[in-house]
Nanobody, 121 residues
Framework: QVQLEESGGGEVDSGGSLTLSCVASGRHPHAYAMGWFRQAPGKEHEFVVAINWNGLTYYRESVKGRFTISRDNAKNTVYLEMNSLNPEDTAIYSC???????????????WGQGTRVTVSS
């Protein structure tokens, strides 16, 4: 079982940037794909981005060119750099670990507790 702990959420103005971090611990965390899902108020949980153990990435179309995921396997940490944020990005962002491509909740084995991102217009 892998445990995940996120940090880095907060409030930012439209057009601003935030970086989220997710530290994995437990059994062989580097062996799994890691990524982020989000849930906006009143909306369904949705996939955002994933990265596998060798750096292959997969992005939700609406965040391509604005968000960048990276992974430091030595630190068992995944980073999500979010630029050009807009109010539609406001959500609870949850770190996830599981099976590549990690695009659906059924592929997730472990979830973080979530961190709130608020983008003001």
């Amino acid at each position: 079982q892998v445990q995940l702990e996120e940090s880095g959420g907060g409030e930012v103005d439209s057009g601003g940037s935030l970086t989220l971090s997710c530290v994995a611990s437990g059994r062989h965390p580097h062996a799994y794909a890691m990524g982020w899902f989000r849930q906006a108020p009143g909306k369904e949980h949705e996939f955002v981005v994933a990265i596998n153990w060798n750096g292959l990435t997969y992005y939700r179309e609406s965040v391509k060119g604005r968000f960048t995921i990276s992974r430091d396997n030595a630190k068992n940490t995944v980073y999500l750099e979010m630029n050009s944020l807009n109010p539609e990005d406001t959500a609870i962002y949850s770190c996830a670990s599981g099976t590549w491509p990690l695009t659906r909740a059924t592929m997730v084995n472990s979830w973080g507790q979530g961190t709130r991102v608020t983008v003001s217009s």
